[in-house]
């Protein structure tokens, strides 16, 4: 059984840098599509970003038009741990952030094509 743990929340003030983590256990990290979703007060879960295996060594990294340039995604498969390096934080960035996984190895964004949830953690960006 796949589990997801994630780490590195907290408060920063806007501008500053923050940076999650996610150890994934439970079956062969190095195929799993893995990504980041947010869900803010009263707002819907959304896609953060989000890196599929290319065969061999290769991943490729997508991101939200909201994010862009401002966070990046990274894998460390010797780890079995995914992170979210998040720069120039805003306070509408302030949200409980997921790692999710899929065995699906195609480009997902969409939340139902993500078989498997961390518990959250919290980042709040103070203005």
């Known amino acids: 059984q796949v589990q997801l743990v994630e780490s590195g929340g907290g408060l920063v003030q806007a501008g500053g840098s923050l940076r999650l983590g996610c150890v994934f256990s439970?079956?062969?990290?190095?195929?799993?599509?893995l990504g980041w979703f947010r869900q803010a007060p009263g707002k819907e879960r959304e896609f953060v970003a989000a890196?599929?295996?290319?065969?061999?060594?290769?991943?490729?990294?997508y991101y939200a038009d909201s994010v862009k340039l401002r966070f990046t995604i990274s894998r460390d498969n010797a780890k079995n741990t995914m992170y979210l390096q998040m720069n120039s934080l805003k306070p509408e960035d302030t949200a409980v952030y997921y790692c999710?996984?899929?065995?699906?190895?195609?480009?997902?964004?969409?939340?139902?094509?993500?078989?498997?949830w961390g518990q959250g953690t919290q980042v709040t960006v103070s203005s």
């Open positions: 999710a996984a899929t065995s699906n190895g195609r480009r997902v964004t969409e939340r139902a094509e993500f078989g498997y």
């Open positions: 890196l599929n295996w290319g065969g061999g060594s290769v991943y490729y990294g």
């Open positions: 439970g079956s062969t990290f190095i195929s799993y599509t």
